[in-house]
């Protein structure tokens, strides 16, 4: 029988972020020593740098390090003791949204370092994980009927933060609509095309699972969640996976096609503090931005994007172009902060995050433009990113798309 995570419990947050601030301790010191040693070198006098000092600054830097992690490692194993009697958080919402924001700014991170503050892929309802089986689903959803909709939030967030201001769009088309509402949650810190994989994974369970014959299936992904749905219809699709001919309609709110300038200026920020000597080790801390933002920098939805490159390192548009399924409604919207009609510059900088031409997939290649049918676009004028998940709006297009 498959049952849902554990409860996340003060134990595991205190030890997950005992070991970020040994890690951040060690970091430091490994950028406090860099700096020492660019400052120490003759200018001219050749070599190369390898970021370590000698002598007894040298000894001086490795004692702090095997200091820290020697107290850090302490640190773990008493609140490994203590975890049982601390109890659960159960499900608070502060929590989560903290934690959402730590995973999608160093969700890479903490998985590889086997950190208990990761965030595990969940599909998740009324904000408690499911058991993707048929009895515990029709327990969990005891309204459920043929509608299914999925919602897959951005890099930052989670499943409990689809309600702002006060509305919910999963909410709303169950209320008028009569559509269950299943929300994924997942570590948006993650390359998009682990997501993409894994997404594929839990869909395919759970419309095998779900309890009533199904009409009609919509995923409704906003911002990088839209990332993470056409990478996982693409994995799905080459694997010939059952599910993918049962999917009806695929809505993207904000959604990044071709990338999110704000992630491309962070990577000019590394270049321009790399090729100044002396500042050259802090771009180690411009290098403090996950798989999944780095993702967004062109918008990239598979392994090919990213395996075997340097995140980092300055290239342009390398993607393996990945058109919209043909057999499928496919609806783009997007918002603007400037008017309607406005000049370029508001174009170009569109809801704050996505420019109007990435969220509505247009550009100069071909092989690379999404070709959304001009009925399947909407663009909201004097609004931000996130407001897609809450302007009346903007579910008022989707409920006349979906009715």
């Not at 554990?6 to 030890?15: E, I």
């Not at 799905?236 to 999917?247: D, E, K």
């Not at 049918?373 to 302007?391: F, K, S």
């Amino acid at each position: 029988m498959t049952t849902p995570p554990n409860k996340p419990t003060k134990g595991a947050d205190l030890r997950g972020a005992a070991r970020l601030a040994t890690d951040a301790t060690a970091g430091l010191t490994n950028l406090v020593e860099a700096m020492h040693e660019r400052i120490a070198r003759l200018p001219g006098s050749g070599g190369t740098l390898d970021g370590r000092t000698g002598g007894i600054s040298g000894l001086v830097y490795k004692t702090i390090r095997g200091v820290t992690r020697v107290a850090g490692g302490s640190i773990e194993a008493l609140l490994g003791l203590l975890a049982p009697a601390l109890g659960s958080y159960g499900e608070g919402r502060e929590r989560d949204a903290i934690v959402a924001a730590l995973n999608g700014v160093l969700g890479d991170y903490l998985v590889a370092t086997g950190n208990p503050l990761a965030t595990p892929m969940e599909l998740r309802h009324a904000g408690h994980a499911l058991t993707l089986e048929r009895e515990a689903l029709a327990a969990a959803l005891p309204a459920a009927g043929g509608r299914l909709a999925v919602l897959v939030h951005g890099l930052c967030m989670n499943d409990l933060q689809w309600q702002r201001d006060g509305h919910d769009h999963g909410a709303a088309l169950a209320r008028d609509l009569g559509y269950a509402p299943v929300y994924l949650r997942y570590n948006s810190g993650l390359h998009v095309s682990i997501n993409g994989r894994a997404f594929a994974q839990q869909l395919a369970r759970l419309i095998e699972a779900w309890p009533q014959p199904l009409q009609r299936v919509v995923v409704i992904g906003h911002s990088m969640g839209g990332l993470v749905t056409r990478s996982a219809l693409h994995y799905a699709t080459q694997a010939q996976q059952p599910w993918v001919p049962r999917l009806d309609d695929l809505f993207f709110l904000g959604t990044p096609h071709h990338g999110a300038p704000l992630e491309r200026a962070g990577h000019w920020v590394d270049l321009v503090l790399g090729a100044t000597p002396y500042a050259a080790p802090f771009a180690r801390l411009g290098k403090v931005r996950s798989a999944g933002i780095t993702d967004l920098r062109h918008g990239h939805l598979l392994d090919e994007d990213w395996v075997g490159r340097d995140r980092f390192a300055r290239g342009g548009d390398r993607r393996q172009p990945v058109l919209l399924p043909e057999n499928l409604r496919c609806y783009a919207l997007a918002a603007s902060l400037g008017a309607q009609g406005g000049a370029l510059k508001e174009r170009l900088l569109g809801d704050g995050l996505v420019p109007l031409d990435s969220a509505l997939g247009v550009h100069k290649d071909p092989a690379r433009a999404l070709d959304f049918p001009p009925e399947r676009q909407w663009v909201g004028y004097g609004m931000n990113h996130l407001d897609l998940l809450g302007r009346p709006e903007v579910y008022a297009q989707l409920k006349e798309w979906l009715a």
